[in-house]
């Protein structure tokens, strides 16, 4: 199986900007893609960002393109989630997940899932 923690999530006032981490363990060999996904409180979960296996290919929703920037450090199984210019609307739990299944980078498919890290953008 595998296990996904995320960190780095807290509060941050608008223009800001946070990094949030997720260490993979386990079967992390069966990793195709890593994803960000987000959740707001009242809303339906909301895709973010995705990276490769190599990390050469990247995917972003479109209401955090230019300013959040997905990457992964191989050796140490863990992608990262650098947000700038952080805005109101941002707030949410963060999730990452990991899709076991080879294919385009896509917003669907994802198999294992972390518990989530909180992110606060107060005004």
């Known amino acids: 199986q595998v296990q996904l923690v995320e960190s780095g999530g807290g509060l941050v006032q608008a223009g800001g900007s946070l990094r949030l981490s997720c260490a993979a363990s386990g079967r992390t060999s069966t990793s195709y893609q890593m994803g960000w996904f987000r959740q707001a409180p009242g809303k339906e979960r909301e895709f973010v960002a995705a990276?490769?296996?190599?990390?050469?290919?990247?995917l972003y929703g479109d209401s955090v393109k230019g300013r959040f920037t997905i990457s992964k450090d191989g050796a140490k199984n863990t992608v990262y989630l650098q947000m700038n210019s952080l805005k109101l609307e941002d707030t949410a739990v963060y999730y990452c997940?990991?899709?076991?299944?080879?294919?385009?980078?896509?917003?669907?498919?994802?198999?294992?899932w972390g518990q989530g890290t909180q992110v606060t953008v107060s005004s």
């Open positions: 990276i490769s296996r190599a990390g050469l290919n990247t």
């Open positions: 997940a990991m899709k076991t299944t080879y294919g385009t980078l896509s917003p669907d498919g994802y198999s294992y």
